[in-house]
Nanobody, 122 residues
């Protein structure tokens, strides 16, 4: 499985970015896919995750601002980020695991991308 994130960058507070994660070699029919982030000195946290049963979850701090979606035809996972805040600054990673459930637990994921940096200035 290979995952490659893109779309990060530097924006001002209130701006928007769309992250993309190109996924190859992943064929599980029951799965979780997610976006995670890690800021310097902090633990990696789940930002948004998607279960193959359709369940989507967001960390409270991004609800109403971020949207996770996937395009199966393009094998791509997206994270639309609006109304960005300086506290959203982090390295963002996409990840997959070939099992359903507990999709917000980063330690349960098998495969990770290399990450894309998001920096939000005030």
């Amino acid at each position: 499985v290979r995952l490659a994130e893109s779309g990060g960058g530097s924006v001002q507070s209130g701006g928007s970015l769309r992250l993309s994660c190109a996924v190859s070699g992943f064929t599980a029919s029951a799965y979780c896919m997610g976006w995670f982030r890690q800021a310097p000195g902090k633990e990696r946290e789940a930002v948004a995750s998607m279960d193959s049963d359709g369940t989507i979850s967001y960390v409270n701090s991004v609800k109403g601002r971020f949207t996770i979606s996937q395009d199966n035809a393009k094998n791509t996972l997206y994270l639309q980020m609006n109304s960005l805040k300086p506290e959203d600054t982090a390295m963002y990673y996409c990840a997959t695991k070939p099992r359903r459930g507990l999709c917000s637990r980063p330690n349960l994921y098998n495969d990770w991308g290399q990450g894309t940096q998001v920096t939000v200035s005030s």
